[in-house]
């Protein structure tokens, strides 16, 4: 009976390997392995201790015990290929991700962003604050034309660390009022996360797209609101130019001038996508072919500039692709521990509220933020998470509409909550682009308090689209009811 007892417990196997996993994931990472390398790393080795060490022991067990789970042979692995050439490969979705990351990058070669600062820098310079105000418009702006945070982080802190320091900002309020604004083209559509969530949650990109619009305004929202009381309640740590202009009439004109280029593009590809004019993988090469337009007419295009424009395209899409490819395979060895009946297990027996699942599972991404970028979180979590949204069947409102209302709010929220990804140390990626452009005196410590509020205000927002579903389907409801 002992016997029987000590080999019972071997039941429990699965649930142990699944944890090493991520176990030995997490130390990788911490070791300064690349990720790519890390997720294949991991998986072969598991792989390879499944496939020769746990499935000759398994058959042994069966003699006295059920055993139920299924072994990893190579056969089993080989569909990491087929789901390669047959899904990744061939999804017409994911041809949006280079289109995007090129407009965004060719916008900023355009100067567009230089002539704005300079603009509402005079517009805002006679408010508390206003110059910090500037960036987060300018922000919220690129956000909603480029989606590429180090582009916007980087464009952002050259741009606005010097004017800052220059007029006397205290260095948290400057470094975190970069760091946030610039991490808002992760949600703001369009987006590359976006992209990757419809890939692998499997619903529309346009819901997505759409969905995310409200929720990405209201954190810069949140945000505009903070700068502005900050600045009443503390005027020294923002104080106003003693050189500043009055505004006139070409102030505004000059405003207006730096602003309708980017709000065209916005039009182009978000307004195609609303009215019904193209999908989102259409519009991703009206943004692409605009944002080369832009950068023609503001003279500023070459053939230097588009040789490394399509350069850094190459390697950022083939940083995610790779990602893709190994995430896939660390997945495909996860399922067959049966990771994802262990963490749908886990995660429905926390909680009977399923809205408690639901802030359960987002608070594990919130802490996973700490740890891991937001690519290896979509890529990983969103998968095994969606067969646990779709069991809590959650009465979210689709207006009739939207398909899977309750995966296009969930999909928001942790779009909302995986910004916090940027901002919070040791892995926040906004954090470190911004240390790169910023001067000598201006330390890690200045930013991580300046992003604590920011933070804060995420959380906040967060709150808002969890308690208010409708945020994120009503619009994508209006799009495509008509």
Known sequence: ????????????????????????????????????????????????????????????????????????????????????????????????????????????????????????????????????????????????????????????????????????????????????????????????????????????????????????????????????????????????????????AKILFDVAASVVPPMGLILLVLGSIFFGLATPTEASGLGALGATFLALVARNLSFRVFLDVMRQTLNTAGYIVGIFIAANFFALVLRRYGGDEIIENLVLGSFDNPYMVIAFILFIIFLLGFLLDWIEITLIIMPLMLPVVIGLNLPVEGFGVVDNPSVVWFAILVAVTLQTSFLTPPVGFALFYLKGVCPPEISLLHIYKGIIPFVLLQIFGLLIVFFFPAMTTWLPAVAYGN
């Not at 090129?102 to 820098?121: E, F, H, T």
């Open 1 to 248: 009976m002992e016997i029987l007892s000590v080999l019972g417990s071997v039941m429990d196997l699965n649930q142990w390997m699944v944890l090493a996993m991520f176990g030995t994931f997490i130390v990788m990472l911490f070791r300064g392995i690349p990720v790519v390398y890390a997720l294949v790393g991991v998986s072969l080795i598991f792989a390879l201790i499944g496939a020769f060490l746990l499935d000759p022991a398994r058959q042994a067990i069966n003699e006295y015990i059920a055993f139920h789970r299924t072994g990893i042979t190579y056969t089993k692995l080989s569909v990491v290929g087929g789901r390669f050439f047959g899904g990744i490969i061939k999804n017409p979705v994911l041809v949006a991700l280079p289109m995007f990351i090129y407009m965004g990058l060719m916008l900023d070669q355009s100067g567009v962003a230089q002539k704005m600062m300079r603009s509402m820098q005079v517009l805002f310079g006679a408010l508390k604050g206003g110059l910090a105000l500037s960036v987060m418009l300018i922000g919220i702006i690129l956000a909603a034309s480029t989606g590429v945070i180090g582009a916007s982080v980087v464009l952002l802190g050259v741009m606005g660390i010097p004017a800052m320091m220059e007029q006397g900002y205290a260095k948290p309020i400057a470094t975190g009022t970069i760091a946030a604004s610039g991490t808002l083209g992760i949600l703001i559509p369009p987006s590359i996360m976006l992209v990757i969530m419809s890939d692998q949650l499997a619903i529309s990109l346009g819901d997505l797209f759409m969905g995310a619009l409200f929720p990405g305004l209201l954190l810069g929202a949140l945000y505009i609101i903070y700068i502005v009381i900050y600045g009443l309640i503390s005027p020294k740590s923002m104080p106003i130019p003693d050189n500043r202009e009055p505004v006139t």
